[in-house]
């Protein structure tokens, strides 16, 4: 059964930066992928980035050029980059391995 739990989450200005965690456990981490969703209130939970198990990303255009994701294979964590961040940044944040979610974290950004 695999575990995530993220961290990391908070209130920040625009403009700011927050770095967020993903700690996996129950699974082989550096085998998959790993992806990172966001749900706004009264929103559908959307896409914001992945990364393969050799190490490709991807992002969603939305955060291109201000978010990296990155893992460390030897603490099986993921993590989050965010920079630049916007009000419409504000949103929770939830890691997912295969078909496992963890349990969100919340980041707001004030204008």
């Known amino acids: 059964q695999v575990q995530l739990v993220e961290s990391g989450g908070g209130l920040v200005q625009a403009g700011g930066s927050l770095r967020l965690s993903c700690s996996a456990s129950?699974?082989?981490?550096?085998?998959?992928?790993m992806r990172w969703y966001r749900q706004a209130p009264g929103k559908q939970r959307e896409f914001v980035a992945s990364?393969?198990?050799?190490?490709?990303?991807n992002y969603a255009d939305s955060v291109k050029g201000r978010f990296t994701i990155s893992r460390d294979n030897a603490k099986n964590t993921l993590y989050l980059q965010m920079t630049s961040l916007k009000p419409e940044d504000t949103a929770v944040y939830f890691c997912?391995?295969?078909?496992?979610w963890g349990q969100g974290t919340q980041v707001t950004v004030s204008s």
């Open positions: 990364i393969s198990s050799s190490g490709s990303t």
């Open positions: 997912k391995q295969l078909q496992y």
């Open positions: 129950g699974g082989l981490f550096s085998f998959n992928a």
